[in-house]
């Protein structure tokens, strides 16, 4: 168990909506960060919040953003969802500068 | 962070020691050595991290060679659960996780 909780773990999506992910950090952890991993890859690390302000993106389009709250829980959004979005989506916190810690994930399929 | 290479899989027979290899030849100073492995359909797990100084927990044991330039994580028994991808990753702690492509175990029954 690592106290990072994610919601939903499964969901279906048709191309073209909008979806939300939701990450309930470890108590106590400040830093936030979410990783797209397609099947057969390894994660691919989106962005990562530090007390509520983005700090650090990686190659993923606009449509892909976030949101960390002052309880340092995070939502993911992704817009204008297309086939290739679908993946497992990982959250992963930590207190900043120490070990980082992933959730299960959500898996997110759209056809 | 620092490029690591590593195997791209390996097998153990159940029961021996698994012992996972990692370059890492130019990792910084400020750099820890984390190693993370996720089981299919899974988070990645965290296992174990070091600097300088061989590190052991109740899960595996980390040897970093003297320059740095290398690193080895052992499984002393390993059993058919530690199936998975492992990866090495050389963090500066201020920073995020870039997932190189691992080293895919198989422990044989």
């Known amino acids: 168990e690592t106290g990072v909780t994610q919601s939903p773990t499964h969901l279906i999506k048709t191309r073209g909506q909008q979806v939300t992910l939701r990450c309930s950090s470890q108590?106590?952890?400040?830093?936030v960060s979410w990783y797209q991993q397609a099947l057969g890859q390894g994660p691919q690390f989106i962005f990562q919040?530090?007390?509520?302000?983005?700090?650090g993106r990686g190659n993923f389009p606009p449509r892909f953003s976030g949101l960390q709250f002052p309880n340092y829980s995070s939502e993911l959004n992704v817009n204008a969802l297309e086939l290739d979005d679908s993946a497992l989506y990982l959250c992963?916190?930590?207190?900043?500068?120490?070990?980082?810690?992933f959730g299960e994930g959500s898996w997110l399929t759209v056809v | 962070d620092a490029k690591t290479t590593q195997p791209p899989s390996m097998d153990c027979a159940e029961g021996r020691a698994a012992n996972l290899p990692c370059n890492h030849s130019t990792i910084s100073g400020n750099e820890y050595v984390y190693w993370y492995r996720q089981i299919h359909s899974q988070g990645p797990q965290y296992i174990i991290h070091?600097?300088?100084n061989n590190e052991t927990n109740e899960m595996a044991s980390l040897i970093i060679t003297e320059d740095r330039k290398s690193s080895t994580l052992i499984l002393p028994h390993a059993t058919l659960r530690d199936t998975a991808v492992y990866y090495c990753i050389a963090l500066n702690r201020d920073d995020k996780i870039i997932f190189g492509k691992g080293t895919r175990l198989h422990i044989l029954p």
């Open positions: 108590s106590g952890h400040n830093t």
């Open positions: 919040y530090y007390r509520e302000e983005e700090n």
């Open positions: 070091g600097l300088k």
């Open positions: 992963a916190s930590s207190l900043r500068g120490n070990t980082i810690y």
